[in-house]
């Protein structure tokens, strides 16, 4: 579970400082399915960086499971986020020069697993988001909804606690965005992921449990409206934080 | 996963680790063709001065004439109207002379490994008739009163001592017919003829060469080394002496020191325990050499040198930039393996990786333009000259202290490529890989992951 307090984050921009959060507090239990909503420039993907440990507050803590993300080394919070924390984004991000099976493999690497097992693990994650048969292409060989797939993939190959996605329909065209906010929500429910996305589509937040808006810096969470998109609560069992980050790499 | 992503990122930009490789391999063929020829040239001005002294030879020590030594001839002929005359005389090639005493005195000193004595001479043969009037002295012109006809050869002749066959004016050929001159022959008439001037005189082993008043039987063929004029004929030491009149004699003693690192101190001690000698040492000897040997020296390693730094220079700063550029196209994908949990050393391990391999490429890629140059260059240039005139050469003449002679030996350069100019050739090209993929790791992990995928391709 996640607990955001009195979080800020500057960034000094020539002579002035554009305060991206001012003083956010949040908490996200397990298993939530929290959208960011906001326009853009009011600080949505900044959160999203420091949920994920990309990026540090100036002032406050984000605590995972009880620790600070704040006060961690880089080297300790890089183990978090190659073991608990998956990311998928807006354009997709994936290494030109790999397969789709090898692009979902580069998330296990840092977690030390054999070849052998990457492969298997790989392959079974790009069946599970329906691209099994896409395996040897190269992301210039698919389409926008297959990449993000493929990025879905290697973002879940790990089995993380926490699922991180910044705009990831953004580039996408209407359909595809609901083919692949439908496949979120699938895995979701499935595994009882803990997710945050960052959107500035409504309907794309809609299907979250929570909405958070996100104006010049400051958090505000509602309920999701119902509707025929809004998620119901996982029907299989939590998917629980471990209590200790472990390194595994 | 290394292997793959390595070489799947070196086939995305190939055009580029091309030019990089092709600049490093540039600058590692330079390298290598200038290592060679600065080692063709340093061999080619040791066969230089192997001529002029002798295999083995590290110091000659020679003495300035004096009015009294290695003198003229004297021709004297007296007689009457139309008197037909024909001499035959060996004098000092234009040198002072020494004592056998001097060559043990120099043979004893501690960082002298061996010393030998020789006694360089020309054999004047001056043959003609003259009409009455007085005394014709040598070419220098005669009296007043008298005229004649008169013909002059002469060909060189050493008198080398055969204790010592690995020391001297004839180590550095090799014997081609019969053998050379034994201990056992040391009092003998006999002769060793080099092999050009055999071939003009129509010598052979078993023929006979008159020596001043002397016939000798030819026992031995010599063939000088590349490029060396050295003595025609080759007789006994204590026979030269004998015919020129120079009982105990020398007036050349070469010197072998005890190691190459105690050439100085032992020409140190021979001027010592000579004192008015002209030691002479090989370094000595190499900074008279003139030619363009000694061109080719100065540019293999002045201009040579720097010119292959530089070029290593460019290659060095250019596989940099261009690295960098290459890895800054990629910050946001290196901000995403970031964020996926891949440690900075991983991606700096991945960089680097990609810059060795070119940088090993290019240094295979060096090595066989390397060799490839050097033989066209020791196919192309034509054979070099070193000349030095010293004292030490036999001049022509009659006897009389001559101008030191120039002493001219054309070397054919070869142009060796050695097992550690490819070492470190290769090691150079390397080290150019990894500069240039220290700077480009530098670039991609420097940013925090935020910044990285911030980034817009």
Redesign the interface.
Known sequence: MYELCGVTKDYPKGRTTVHALQGVDLVIEDGDWLAIQGPTGHGKS?LL?IL?G??RPTSGSVRLTGRDLAKLK??EI??V???SIG?I?QTF?L????TAQ?NV???L???GVS?GE?KERASQALADVGLGDRARHLPSELSGGQQQRVAIA?ALVKRPAVLLADEPTGNLDEGTRDEIMALLGELWRQRGLTMVTVTHDSSVARRAQRIGLMREGNLTIRPAENGDDSPVSPAGPRHALPTTLTAL? | MFVTYLLRELRRRMRQAIFIALGLALGVGLVITVTAAASGVSAGQRTVLKSLYGVGTDITVTKAPTASSGGGPGFRFGGSKGTSVSRSVLVSGGLGTLKSSDVTAVDSQKDVSAAVGALVLNDLKFSGSFKPGGSAGGSGGGSAGGSGAFNANSFTVTGVDPADDSLGPLASGTIVSGHGITSSEAHKNVAVVDSDYATSASLKVGSTVTVASGKFTVVGIVRAAQGVTDADVYIPLARAQALASMPSEVNTIYVSAASATDVSAAASAVSRALPGATVTTSSDLASQVTGSLSSASTLASNLGKWLAVMVLAVAFGLASILTVAAVTRRVREFGTLKAMGWTSRRIIRQVMGEALVIGVVGGAAGVAIGYAAAAVVQAVVPPLTATTGTANQRSGGFGRPTAAAAHTVSVHLTVPVSVSAVALAVALAIAGGLVAGSFGSWRAVRLRPADALARVV
Do not use: C, H, M, S
């Not at chain 1, 290494?95 to 790999?98: D, F, G």
């Open positions: 900044t960086q994920g990309l990026d880089e080297k890089t183990k986020r190659a073991a990311f984004f991000n290494i030109p020069t790999l090898e493999e580069t998330a690497v840092p977690l070849p990457r290697r790499d």
